[in-house]
């Protein structure tokens, strides 16, 4: 039943970047896909199950033009940054602890964090993420666990736990 459920996800992924029906793309979709699911398929971390489930699509939905809204928002603080002429930054790694359990979740937020300029995911650690971040603000990990992963942590929740 995971095979078939990769097989879905995977062949309809090929769809949606290929957007052609004619058959020899079909066919050439199926044919990836299904030498995809038979030689990695078993490294695949989310129970495909739940990748179905229509509250956790729509907490997906939800959530990229959220993610959207905070990578503009970091891209126009960053170019403020870049064009004040004292140029305001702070630079440091800093220690952020996530309530996120799951493999699938944890990666989710350190791409989340990592695609917001300014801050750049360097290592995960249990349940701790190493961050290098432009401009530290507070003295602690629950202040910069707050201001960094805060935001993202609970719409992650509902989609992957």
Do not use: C
């Amino acid at each position: 039943m995971k095979a078939i459920g990769e097989f879905i996800i995977l062949f309809a992924l090929w769809l949606l970047l290929t957007w052609s029906l004619a058959p020899a793309q079909v066919i050439a979709g199926a044919i990836v896909s299904a030498l995809t699911v038979g030689l990695v398929g078993d490294i695949f971390l989310f129970k495909v199950g739940r990748a179905f489930n229509p509250v956790r699509i729509f907490w997906m939905l939800v959530y990229i033009p959220y993610l959207i809204w905070y990578i503009v928002l970091a891209n126009l603080d960053v170019a403020y940054r870049v064009i004040h002429p004292d140029l305001p930054i702070r630079p440091g790694i800093v220690k952020i602890k996530t309530s996120l359990t799951t493999d699938m979740a944890k990666t989710f937020l350190a791409n989340s964090i990592t695609l917001t300029p300014g801050t750049l995911t360097v290592d995960i650690k249990g349940d701790e993420l190493y961050v290098h971040w432009i401009y530290v603000r507070g003295k602690d990990v629950k202040e910069w666990t707050e201001h960094i992963a805060g935001r993202f942590e609970p719409i992650l929740r509902r989609i992957f736990e």
